[in-house]
């Protein structure tokens, strides 16, 4: 992590913050016309062209028309055409997106959160140099000249490419879907349906306050009662901006990112696959045992993107849910994720699939801090700990990219010696930092 430079906008994904505090509609207007500016310099100097389209997602919170609006006028003072799409998953922006793509979403926060992520003409999430660049042209004079379209047939568009691609027959499979009352809540349960698929919807009704609220993949509670309620074969939840799901199996318990994309590895046969610094390492000890050869990055699944680009490789993701597959798309999609795992069950329970993965017991805490910049010693003390643990554990501290606080992770064989690996790094950090 320490080789990056810092952003004063960008964090972990994107700009993001509380609507009328971090994030407000003249940032936001500001942050339209940079990124045009930016797309615009980026592609003549690269291919003699002048990207002028920029394709707007939102999702369905209560400030998302605002500040879409607001972003809106930022890219038509740079030149550019702003194209509406109205409420739209960020993987479907990232798809359709041929110059320039902006989603406004703060994905699984909370709805007073809001925040607007961007993506190249080719799909993939800004460098951290490019975010750089950027964040250069904030302040940039406005020009004249851009307009604004609408369009209507996004997610039809999104969904044909998503069904014909990952999509399998589905018929006589028993799903509870949650869409978080995000951006999925109207193309989610009918794609499954269309499929074959026997579907309860839940976190379908969203009213601008109740995104990610007792629902989708940060709150699982709801999915797995109803999944134990209608007898049902697995749920699948998503978070609010829909690039990310989390399923439960048919007993009612939680898979996280890492035991899906373990079934999705050994079910796809990949050989080589990029994960986070905070995948669990009974993921590696897994694929190690089949012959799959793992990329580690920071967290942020563009950085996995990135990686995979780079590794000529095809499937990664995280713990927290993201789930790429490059062989027919572009970026971390939670409906694609969905289907790559319906059809990987093979006629298994999703509970038989999952037990291919053993978890190494992990505790995590996060410490608030003043400032999150962390001192040698305490990253010494980390690694001094991780050699002695071998191949039996690890402890990993790390600065959050949103919020005031140094996250903390071990893991260890037991979930004591974790708990106590954990503990102590912990108090070092608030003794140093709090």
């Known amino acids: 992590m320490g080789g990056r430079a810092p952003r004063r906008y960008f964090g972990t994904d994107g700009i993001r913050g509380v609507v009328g505090d ?44 605002e500040l ?23 993987p479907a922006v990232a798809l359709l997106s041929e110059d320039l793509g902006a989603v406004v979403s703060a994905s699984h926060n909370p709805p007073e959160y809001n925040g607007v992520k961007l993506f190249a003409g080719d799909g993939r999430k800004l460098t951290d140099e490019e975010q750089q660049a950027v964040e250069a042209l904030i302040e940039a004079p406005a020009e004249n000249g851009g307009a604004i379209e609408v369009v209507d047939d996004a997610g039809e568009r999104y969904l044909r490419h998503v069904l014909e691609r990952f999509g399998s027959d589905l018929s006589g499979l028993r799903i509870v879907v949650d869409c978080a009352n995000g951006a999925f809540s ?4 009918g794609a499954l349906a269309e499929l074959g698929a026997e579907v309860q919807a839940i976190g379908v009704d969203p009213d601008g306050t109740n995104i990610n609220v007792g629902c989708g993949a940060t709150d699982l509670a709801a999915l797995r009662a109803k999944v134990v309620e209608t007898g049902s074969d697995l749920g699948v939840a998503f978070d609010g901006d829909g690039d990310r799901m989390l ?79 490059l062989g027919a798309h ?16 093979g006629g298994r329970t999703l509970s038989e699939a999952a037990a291919v993965l053993t978890h190494y017991p992990q505790a995590k805490r996060n410490v608030r801090v003043r400032h999150r910049e ?23 501290v790390r600065p959050s990219g949103t919020e005031p606080v140094v996250r ?9 010696e974790a708990e106590h690996l954990c503990g102590s790094i912990a108090a070092l950090v608030a003794k140093e930092l709090g």
């Not at 310099?41 to 369905?60: E, F, M, Q, W, Y």
């Not at 055409?81 to 960020?90: D, K």
């Not at 109207?186 to 349960?189: E, G, N, R, S």
């Open 22 to 65: 971090e994030l407000t509609p003249e940032l936001v207007e500001k942050i339209g016309r940079a990124a045009t500016l930016w797309a615009r310099n980026a592609a003549k100097s690269d291919k003699g062209s002048d990207p002028r389209h920029v394709l707007i997602g939102r999702d369905t919170r209560a400030s998302g028309p």
């Open 68 to 90: 879409e609006a607001a972003l809106a006028r930022g890219i038509v003072s740079a030149g550019g055409t702003a194209v509406l799409a109205g409420v739209l998953p960020a």
């Open 186 to 189: 109207d193309l989610a349960p």
């Open 247 to 325: 399923a439960v199996d048919e007993r009612g318990e939680p898979l996280d990112g890492d035991q899906i994309l373990a079934i999705l590895a050994l079910s796809l046969g990949v050989d080589v696959v990029a994960v986070t610094v905070m995948t669990n390492l009974g993921f590696h000890r897994l694929m190690a045992e089949n012959a799959v050869r793992v990329v580690t990055t920071p967290v942020g699944d563009r950085y996995v993107v990135e990686a995979l680009r780079r590794e000529d490789g095809l499937l990664g993701g995280e713990q927290s849910g993201h789930v790429v597959w």
């Open 330 to 345: 572009v970026a971390g999609d939670g409906l694609a994720a969905a289907l790559l795992l319906c059809r990987s069950l």
């Open 374 to 396: 962390i001192p040698r010693a305490i990253l010494d003390e980390a690694d001094r700990l991780t050699h002695d643990l071998g191949d039996r554990g690890r402890v990993l």
């Open 408 to 416: 903390v992770l071990a893991e260890a064989e037991t979930v004591e």
